[in-house]
């Protein structure tokens, strides 16, 4: 028997005789690579199918077979008290996001007789990882107990140990696994070697969220370059600034203060020549109540002509800076920068005299940063939409109408020629903050990084 739930974006479909549930949704088959997932799929489309025939109304989606794919990995038995534990434990994870590089960030719930008796994440490269940290918190409880890890535990040893010996060790007897590990070193091994210890490994637990939350650690390992947010706050017409250029403030504190979030995300941040110059911003990380972190500040100046006095050449530990200019920039300049502790980085110009930004993402993927903040202005983020290099996107809108045909959008550069060419986000999430609204979105399709 069959039971079938719709929600906003979702089909759930549960099968009752095993428990198995699947969730449905419009997605392209030809993005699903990993057979367990067809092989499910098929199941669902065999449903489906004969579903619509007794109740054709019920799923008004067209030719629901070619349309329809499963939700991640989800044709596993999880109930919501596995999810309960594994959304605690993505909480968890959230605290060191922004703090691992190069490592991912990881969170651990340890549960026995449905309390949670242990509790940990990964804090910062090269201390104990997620696992680790909770089966200390447990002590001697964690034997018998279950554990719920929004990463694959690790087998090898890095600068740490493998948790898999610390999770067998503990006398854990149940693993539920978020996301496999895209580390070529791990990929599998982790969960193989428990089961072929006795454990019950179960993998998939929320495993969307699982992987969305390390996508920056899953592009960078899988392809050396970094996973790139872009950041625009604009009027409900997409102005970011009036036809005088008078920008100040479009979007309220609320919305703003995000944006603080969206720093603690990333390794580095990025903004153009016009911005660094018209708002003379610091470009730093500060939030209340989170410890401070180094967030690289990156400047497009293509024939470096800022001047020496912006904020965001007072350079400190954690407030690096890197100005990226091309090949014909004047010496002199660049060498008072650097008297200054500022790194001037020259590379190869596009046609149009810019700093090529795919040659500068290789240069940071390089470099080791995994993510980056783009915050503007228009022109950069047209370069990176016209470049198909954005990742991940939060459009801001302030409910207030700028209009003028002079009134620059948020997005500038070449744009589309035809609206069926633009790029598009899915897992499209809404968030208000006061009267303003952030939507935001994934461009790039996760499974590539994990296949
Ligand atoms: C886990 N739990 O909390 C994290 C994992 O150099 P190391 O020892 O810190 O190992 C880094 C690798 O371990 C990293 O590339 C990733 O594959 C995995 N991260 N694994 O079991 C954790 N942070
Ligand atoms: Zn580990």
Not at 34 to 51: G, M, N, P, Q, S
Request: with cysteine; aromatic share 8%.
């Amino acid at each position: 028997m069959f039971e079938l739930a719709l929600d906003y974006q979702y089909a759930t479909i549960k099968d009752s005789l095993n428990g198995a549930l699947f969730q449905v949704c419009p997605l392209d088959y030809k993005f699903i690579t990993k057979e367990h997932e067809k092989t499910a799929l098929k199941r669902v489309f065999y449903f489906i199918d004969a579903f619509l025939l007794f109740n054709n109304n019920a799923l008004n989606l067209g030719k629901v077979p070619t349309f329809l794919a499963i939700n991640k990995m989800s044709a596993i038995p999880f109930d919501k008290t596995d999810r309960k534990f594994m959304s605690m434990a993505l909480g968890l994870a959230r605290k060191g996001l922004g703090y691992t590089t190069p490592n991912p960030a990881v969170g651990a719930v340890i549960v026995k007789d449905g309390k949670v008796i242990g509790r940990g994440w990964h804090k910062r490269a090269g201390t104990a990882h997620a696992e680790v940290n909770a089966i200390r918190d447990a002590g001697s409880e964690a034997k018998g107990a279950d554990i719920y890890v929004t990463l694959e535990p690790c087998n090898h040893t890095g600068r740490t140990p493998p948790c898999t010996r610390a999770v067998l060790e503990a006398g854990i007897k149940r693993v539920v696994i978020g996301a496999m590990d895209p580390n070529p070193k791990v990929k599998g091994g982790g969960a193989q070697f428990l089961r072929k210890k006795g454990l019950q490994v179960e993998t998939g637990c929320l495993e969307g969220e699982c992987m969305r939350l390390i996508a920056p650690f899953a592009k960078h390992m899988r392809t050396a370059l970094p996973w790139v947010r872009l950041k625009a706050a604009s009027s409900l017409d997409g102005r970011v600034a009036s036809r005088t250029g008078h920008s100040k403030w479009i979007t309220n504190e609320q919305a703003r203060g995000f944006g603080q979030e969206l720093r603690q995300w990333s390794d580095a941040i990025l903004v153009g020549k016009n911005t660094a110059l018209k708002d003379d911003p610091s470009l730093t990380f500060r939030k209340r109540g989170r410890p401070s972190k180094k967030l690289l500040r990156v400047i497009l100046d293509s024939r470096l002509s800022l001047p020496l006095e912006l904020k965001v050449f007072e350079v400190s530990g954690e407030a690096p800076t890197l100005v990226v200019t091309t090949l014909d920039a004047p010496k002199e300049k660049s060498r008072a920068l650097e008297e200054r502790g500022v790194q001037v980085v020259k590379l190869p110009a596009s046609p149009e005299g810019q700093v090529d930004v795919r040659e500068l993402m290789k240069f940071l993927g390089a470099s080791g940063i995994q993510s980056v903040l783009v915050e503007g202005g228009a022109h950069v983020h047209g370069s990176f939409w016209d470049k198909g290099l954005v990742d991940e996107a939060f459009f801001f809108f302030a409910p207030i109408v700028i209009g003028g045909k002079e009134a620059p959008s948020s997005v500038l550069g070449q744009g589309v020629e035809k609206v069926s060419q633009a790029p598009r986000l899915h897992e499209v999430k809404c968030r208000w903050f006061g009267d303003n609204v952030l939507l935001s979105g994934l461009v790039s399709n996760l499974e590539r990084f994990w296949s």
